[in-house]
T-cell receptor, first 117, second 111 residues
Framework: GAVVSQHPSRVICKSGTSVKIECRSL??????MFWYRQFPKQSLMLMAT?????????EQGVEKDKFLINHASLTLSTLTVTSAHPEDSSFYIC?????????????FGPGTRLTVL | GDSVTQMEGPVTLSEEAFLTINCTYT??????LFWYVQYPGEGLQLLLK?????DKGSNKGFEATYRKETTSFHLEKGSVQVSDSAVYFC??????????FGAGTRLFVKA
């Protein structure tokens, strides 16, 4: 099946620094990618929808200046957490939508665990 | 807006017991429904899905049937194993192909 990768899988950074997380669809072109955030022992919360070549659409309550999303190509979307703080520590998961007709198939990446000290 | 409600956990079962995790949804239109599984420290894996009413999704002994009349998509397995211990998420994909997740149900299976 389709594979979505994320890099890095884990990152630890100091407060105030910026961190970039990459999401790649390895064997298909994804016109739409999604970014989720998961707090410990909680569900996934959709942060934003990323469409190739256009600005991301952010969910209510998500700071677009803090979480910068770039979908530069059909196989790559990046999430940059700017000026990270300890409360940004979380598990970030991306998914990529495979445009295969009406069937809605999304493939999830393995996640990136961000720890801000 | 669209939403998914699933039973709270944790659910603790003995090996070979029958499993049911309830899931109901509210949505406009005709969403696709999914069950995802997350093992400790890992990302999400699609377990099964159904795209229209009365469809039954099945995989690895797990089943769920898309019930439009009761807006439900309950997950069942006839005989659980220790290796099934994980967190299970019910989800729907509706408008704009956004996936809305339930809160997750943690399953512990004892040997």
């Amino acid at each position: 099946g389709a594979v979505v990768s994320q890099h890095p899988s884990r990152v630890i950074c100091k407060s105030g620094t910026s961190v970039k997380i990459e999401c790649r669809s390895l064997d298909f072109q994804a016109t739409t990618m999604f970014w989720y955030r998961q707090f410990p022992k909680q569900s996934l919360m959709l942060m934003a929808t990323s469409n190739e070549g256009s600005k991301a659409t952010y969910e209510q309550g998500v700071e677009k200046d803090k979480f910068l999303i770039n979908h530069a190509s059909l196989t790559l979307s990046t999430l940059t957490v700017t000026s990270a703080h300890p409360e940004d520590s979380s598990f970030y998961i991306c998914s990529a939508r495979s445009p295969s007709g009406r069937t809605d198939t999304q493939y999830f990446g393995p996640g990136t665990r961000l720890t801000v000290l | 807006g669209d939403s998914v409600t699933q039973m709270e956990g944790p659910v603790t079962l003995s090996e070979e017991a029958f499993l049911t995790i309830n899931c109901t949804y509210t949505a406009t239109g005709y969403p696709s429904l999914f069950w995802y599984v997350q093992y400790p420290g890992e990302g999400l894996q699609l377990l099964l899905k159904a795209t229209k009413a009365d469809d039954k999704g099945s995989n690895k002994g797990f089943e769920a049937t898309y019930r439009k009349e009761t807006t439900s998509f309950h997950l069942e397995k006839g005989s659980v194993q220790v290796s099934d211990s994980a967190v299970y998420f019910c989800a729907l994909s509706g408008e704009g192909f956004k996936t809305i997740f339930g809160a997750g149900t943690r399953l512990f299976v004892k040997a």
